[in-house]
């Protein structure tokens, strides 16, 4: 298994500009998260997925998108791009009843100039 | 509403000294789980333990063992014969509810530097 795949692991973005952040999982996990660690903070819940078709608002959402098409992938739409949003942003994945351990992905560095 | 608070920020330690992190939280509920995080600085984050709300004995792996005392809302993690590769950000979080980690609060997180 690859676990939590995240792509890509950095950008540079202008502002104004719009971007997909890529997430797959291979694990047939039901709870998909996507978060935001901003330097010295922990990290904040963005938007979470319970599964496909399925999307609910987290802490920190404005300034994104998120859709569940399939089980495995939850990809996050940045649109018009915000200094504010410069991170790191973490995608993770969990079964609901087997385990509540949270795979993260290994990361997407996103600066915004 | 929920709250993970980690107090320390930065703890400086040498190689084989035992060390502490504090991390005290705060819910209305009564069933809730409590998670630890390790962030090395390759930057991935490591699940190290997950402990609910009715489980307050204390819990031991290796090195590494977790004090939970519902009696003051605190879930600490000790290090035991720190090691230079322990060096790490660690995060304590919370959640709430019987799904489980529908949606996780983390602390700010501690981070750790061990020397040699």
């Known amino acids: 298994n690859a676990g939590v795949t995240q792509t890509p692991k950095f950008r540079i973005l202008k502002i104004g500009q719009s971007m997909t952040l890529q997430c797959t999982q291979d694990?047939?996990?039901?709870?998909m998260y996507w978060y935001r660690q901003d330097p010295g903070m922990g990290l904040k819940l963005i938007y979470y997925?319970?599964?496909?078709?399925?999307?609910d608002k987290g802490e920190v959402p404005n300034g994104y998108n998120v859709s569940r098409s399939t089980t495995e992938d939850f990809p996050l739409r940045l649109e018009l791009a915000a200094p504010s949003q410069t991170s790191v942003y973490f995608c993770?994945?969990?079964?609901?009843?087997?385990?509540?351990?949270?795979?993260f992905g290994p990361g997407t560095r996103l600066t915004v100039t | 509403a929920q709250k993970v608070t980690q107090a320390q920020t930065e703890i400086s330690v040498v190689e084989k000294e035992d060390v502490t992190l504090d991390c005290v939280y705060e819910?209305?509920?009564?069933?809730?789980?409590l998670f630890w995080y390790k962030q090395p600085p390759s930057g991935e984050l490591v699940f190290l333990i997950r402990?609910?709300?009715?489980?307050?004995q204390n819990e031991i792996s290796g090195r590494y063992s977790w004090n939970f005392q519902k009696s003051t809302s605190s879930f600490n993690f000790t290090i035991t014969a720190s090691q230079v590769v322990d060096s790490a950000v660690y995060f304590c979080?919370?959640?709430?509810?019987?799904?489980?980690?529908?949606?996780?609060?983390f602390g700010k997180g501690t981070k750790l530097t061990v020397n040699p």
């Open positions: 979080a919370l959640s709430e509810g019987l799904g489980g980690s529908e949606k996780l609060v």
């Open positions: 993770a994945s969990s079964y609901l009843r087997d385990s509540y351990e949270q795979y």
């Open positions: 997925s319970v599964g496909a078709g399925i999307t």
């Open positions: 694990m047939n996990h039901n709870y």
């Open positions: 819910t209305r509920d009564t069933t809730y789980y």
């Open positions: 402990r609910n709300s009715f489980d307050e």
